[in-house]
């Protein structure tokens, strides 16, 4: 696979370790721009997302690959970064509500950290994987949030000011996961290198059980791709 | 003085070292509230702040103080994280232009992160000591960007979501340097405890001469309070 091109337009592609972040990049890369992933250490208990984004950013030839490290206090209190049990088994119809795995404010944060690195780079491009159909309920992965950002950014920067011209995409904004599966297939993405699970076991292996691992699995039999996650014995 | 009242309603506060957030402290702890101080640790070439930030919280009773890290690579570029020149000597009328001591999206994120600690905290309140009269011309600090971050909070959050409620504070918004240091003076804001220049010497003495300097100068003398600040050699 080639990487990218290092005299495109760059852009910052925030990235989880997950399918959805591993799609965006993928897609970013197609349409041409010079990728800076970046990822982030938030304290979260499932820190096999971190080598997956590492993996990703490899696979997937971005420019660069970061992590930034944040402090864990200010995260406090969620499923994902302290002893809260993670929800199992829910149905998907019960994911309209905001579950225990929310982290506070995170994609704020996230894209706000995103928009100083893109600004200090010169980039006015982000990319971000939120999905408003398969989200699970967080509040921060609407359509309403990222339209807010987007004109908070454009009000909050130098780049913003000069011309009103920070975008944020969301190219997932609108699929199902079966659609983003096929997509990232499509385009070449290895999904065997990312990591969804929430409560994975102490060898990485996914729980198939928390809304992260139900989304994902029926997303992989809808789109009628095989589904290349190791899951902990049972749920194979 | 007494400290913050445990049982009172908690609100975050930034600071920064400086005289404003310190004016600020003083007032969200006069309305009652029960003040969290949160500062940052950026890379910033200007390390005095972060002492001075511990020496405000404790003097004015603030029920907790942290310093939140951040990865400097996100903030790249600026006079005040790299080896820029910081701009000495210009006249308050030339303070309309973003200068070099801009730093990407600051304000934007720190008051996501603050964001988050309030939400992990249960506290609705922030308060950040921007100010659109003696500004310097960031674009951060001006109230289109404050409502902006306000709309996108209340999206952003669960506790945003459940009743709207995220609150930005910003008291000193359309005051002068001068009003401040008179609301902070009757306060019993020890400004001495507080540091404002962006290019101290070796000894921690303020410059007298960057933008910070000349702006906290004129206001003391036009509030009429005595001016503490420890200049280096020539400019006392």
Known sequence: ??????????????????????????????QG????????????????????????????G?????????????????????DVAVPKDRDETEMTEIPATYVPAR??????????????????????????????????CRPAFIESFIRTANLATKLGVDGNTIQIHTPLMEMTKAQIITTGTNLGVDYALTHSCYDPDPNGLACGRCDSCVLRRNGFEQ???????RYCSGRA
């Open 223 to 229: 789109a009628g791709v095989p589904d290349p996650t």
């Open 33 to 60: 721009y010079s990728c800076h992933a970046l990822a982030f250490d938030y304290g979260q208990r499932h820190r096999n997302e971190l080598a997956a984004c590492e993996r990703v950013a490899d696979a997937l």
């Open 107 to 140: 994609n704020l944060v996230f894209l706000s950290i995103a928009l100083a690195y893109a600004e200090s780079l010169a980039a006015t491009d982000i990319f971000i994987g939120v999905n408003a159909i398969d989200y699970s309920g967080y509040p921060d």
């Open 1 to 30: 696979m080639p990487s990218s091109n290092e005299s495109a337009k760059p852009a910052i592609i925030l990235l989880s370790g997950g399918l959805d972040s591993a799609t965006v990049l993928a897609i970013a890369r197609d």
């Open 62 to 82: 971005a420019a660069s690959h970061r992590v930034f490290s944040l402090d864990a206090t200010a995260f406090a209190g969620s499923a994902l970064t302290d």
